[in-house]
């Protein structure tokens, strides 16, 4: 009985984090109808910047996160204005075409641009095991869960209660009326990939805490997507209670 306690315990917190992941593909897909295949790359790609913000700059872990983050949310601002804005009208499969095709860019340029880096990110908080119940918990699954479930509470707030979240949830349900309304759609569009690009820095940090980082962190995004299709490609929630 103890040992399925843990096995669910530990599924738990590894699900926290499967949860933010799957945040990352939803957010793009409820304000754009984007599918994007390339969620894993996009995870690997925020951890890889932290890491090399870490090792390689020597910043410390909140400048190699806000490192992360703002190279994520150029990155995303630029595929969305260079890539995505011309292929507006055209048929669905263009779309994800170009995400798998991002993906495979993504991995190669990252194998040669971060080759010698250490993918290992600790933090700072990880100390002895913390006992639940009789069963030890590793105290960065616990930290990197808590984490998760706080950005996942903030990002809900924010779809729910503010102001741009009202508006990108606009552009979900309608984006013709949307833009009537006087919503720019560019724009928006232009926050959504910026969101998810930090979204992709915060899980693929907390993942790589837990599990270990490095190019295979791309796995991840497969995994999710049974998540996505079991909770809802566009809800919220239902990335929360997937896993």
Same mark, same amino acid.
């Given at each position: 009985?103890?040992?399925?306690?843990?096995?669910?315990?530990?599924?738990?917190?590894?699900?926290?984090?499967?949860?933010?992941?799957?945040?990352?593909?939803?957010?793009?897909?409820?304000?754009?109808?984007?599918?994007?295949?390339?969620?894993?790359?996009?995870?690997?790609?925020?951890?890889?910047?932290?890491?090399?913000?870490?090792?390689?700059?020597?910043?410390?872990?909140?400048?190699?996160?806000?490192?992360?983050?703002?190279?994520?949310?150029?990155?995303?601002?630029?595929?969305?204005?260079?890539?995505?804005?011309?292929?507006?009208?055209?048929?669905?499969?263009?779309?994800?075409?170009?995400?798998? &095709? =991002?993906?495979? %860019?993504?991995? !190669?340029?990252?194998?040669? $641009?971060? *080759? #010698?880096?250490?993918?290992?990110? +600790? /933090?700072?908080?990880?100390?002895?095991?913390?006992?639940?119940?009789?069963?030890?918990?590793?105290?960065?699954?616990?930290?990197?869960?808590?984490?998760?479930?706080?950005?996942?509470?903030?990002?809900?707030?924010?779809?729910?209660?503010?102001?741009?979240?009202?508006?990108?949830?606009?552009?979900?349900?309608?984006?013709?009326?949307?833009?009537?309304?006087?919503?720019?759609?560019?724009?928006?569009?232009?926050?959504?990939?910026?969101?998810? &690009? =930090?979204?992709? %820095?915060?899980? !693929?940090?907390?993942?790589? $805490?837990? *599990? #270990?980082?490095?190019?295979?962190? +791309? /796995?991840?995004?497969?995994?999710?997507?049974?998540?996505?299709?079991?909770?809802?490609?566009?809800?919220?929630?239902?990335?929360?209670?997937?896993?």
């Amino acid at each position: 009985m103890t040992f399925f306690a843990a096995l669910v315990l530990d599924g738990a917190l590894a699900g926290a984090i499967y949860a933010l992941v799957a945040l990352a593909f939803v957010i793009v897909y409820k304000a754009s109808r984007v599918m994007n295949f390339a969620v894993g790359e996009w995870v690997m790609l925020g951890s890889r910047l932290v890491a090399t913000g870490l090792h390689a700059l020597g910043w410390g872990l909140p400048g190699a996160l806000v490192m992360g983050a703002a190279g994520m949310a150029a990155f995303a601002v630029t595929w969305n204005r260079l890539i995505l804005a011309r292929l507006v009208g055209q048929p669905l499969i263009s779309l994800i075409m170009v995400t798998i &095709g =991002l993906g495979m %860019v993504m991995r !190669g340029a990252a194998a040669l $641009v971060f *080759a #010698g880096v250490p993918g290992r990110i +600790v /933090l700072p908080l990880a100390g002895d095991p913390v006992h639940l119940l009789g069963i030890a918990l590793a105290a960065d699954k616990l930290t990197a869960a808590a984490m998760a479930a706080a950005v996942i509470a903030v990002l809900s707030w924010f779809f729910q209660k503010s102001r741009m979240g009202l508006a990108l949830r606009a552009v979900a349900d309608d984006q013709q009326s949307a833009m009537m309304a006087g919503i720019n759609l560019p724009r928006y569009f232009a926050i959504t990939w910026a969101l998810m &690009g =930090l979204v992709s %820095v915060l899980a !693929g940090t907390l993942w790589t $805490v837990v *599990a #270990g980082g490095g190019f295979g962190l +791309v /796995l991840v995004g497969l995994k999710v997507f049974p998540i996505v299709i079991i909770g809802g490609l566009d809800s919220v929630a239902g990335s929360i209670v997937g896993p």
